[in-house]
């Protein structure tokens, strides 16, 4: 069964370097989210994306991130320059269609700022 | 403003017995809303939606606009349905899914 994969499952980095976070949809969506987990937190919405655009991004989705789709097949979260607050479980989704449709979840990627 | 509330952060509950995890959502106009479910170690899934009405693994959910709630029932709990529940809510365009906090859900023998 196809699946979301995330690269990598933990990433550890200094406060004020810059990451980027790794995940490759199921190849026939269309639609690609990134959501975060703060530790005893809930799932935040981050950014959405579609037709190589951001179609929706949340007040956390600020200047220090973006995202990018560079070859068609990964889908990419860059951290310009983290904080301590950015240390978190970051999940990739994707979609066939909206995201009021199934959205199919990665594995997640743990981010630890040091 | 959009918003979803799960009261529970733990739930425990013996095999065989009913399970009721709570949902209730703050929404201005017609929601979209799904159940999520994480077992250990393993991804974010969908468990079920409102707009199919099926019954996954036992479970169903009903929306009930009135009360603005879509609780998470099943009538035998088994030992395999532990795990985290998440409520969600899609907003309006469609481009989000709204988590609520979770539940745990423990089923004991």
Redesign the interface.
Known sequence: EPEVTQTPSHQVTQMGQEVILRCVPISNHLYFYWYRQILGQKVEFLVSFYNNEISEKSEIFDDQFSVERPDGSNFTLKIRSTKLEDSAMYFCASSERQANTEAFFGQGTRLTVV | AQRVTQPEKLLSVFKGAPVELKCNYSYSGSP?LFWYVQYSR?????LL?HISRESIKGFTADLNKGETSFHLKKPFAQEEDSAMY?CAL??Q??????????TTLSVSS
């Open positions: 979209e393993q991804r974010l899934q969908l939606r998440y899609s907003n365009a469609g481009t989000a899914l709204i988590f609520g906090k979770g």
